[in-house]
Nanobody, 123 residues
Framework: QVQLVETGGGLVQPGGSLTLSCAAS????????VGWFRQAPEKEREFVAV????????YHADSVKGRFGISRDNAKNTVYLQMNSLKPEDTAVYYC????????????????WGQGTQVTVSS
């Protein structure tokens, strides 16, 4: 059974940084395309970033480009989301997800989802 677990969320002041981690059990994450999404209260889920399985190509949403960076450490079976220059509008629950098929890059169909980690940006 595939399990994705996000960690690293918390409360941070505007302009601060956080690094989220997505760890997988029951799966070798390096074989799959992995994405990060977020959902703020009363808003639709929003795509944030994605990293390919094959050559670690990345793609980021315009709203986070230049501030956030997705990366992976295959030895640790973990994908990261480095978030810098955080803004109050980045406040949301952040989810990682795995696509079992890479077709449709940079927006493949994501099949497995974690439970999410809360990120709150506030002074």
């Amino acid at each position: 059974q595939v399990q994705l677990v996000e960690t690293g969320g918390g409360l941070v002041q505007p302009g601060g940084s956080l690094t989220l981690s997505c760890a997988a059990s029951g799966r070798t994450l390096s074989r799959f395309t992995v994405g990060w999404f977020r959902q703020a209260p009363e808003k639709e889920r929003e795509f944030v970033a994605v990293i390919s399985w094959s050559n670690s190509n990345t793609y980021h949403a315009d709203s986070v480009k230049g501030r956030f960076g997705i990366s992976r450490d295959n030895a640790k079976n973990t994908v990261y989301l480095q978030m810098n220059s955080l803004k109050p509008e980045d406040t949301a629950v952040y989810y990682c997800a795995e696509a079992t098929r890479p077709s449709g890059w940079p927006r493949p169909k994501f099949d497995y989802w974690g439970q999410g980690t809360q990120v709150t940006v506030s002074s």
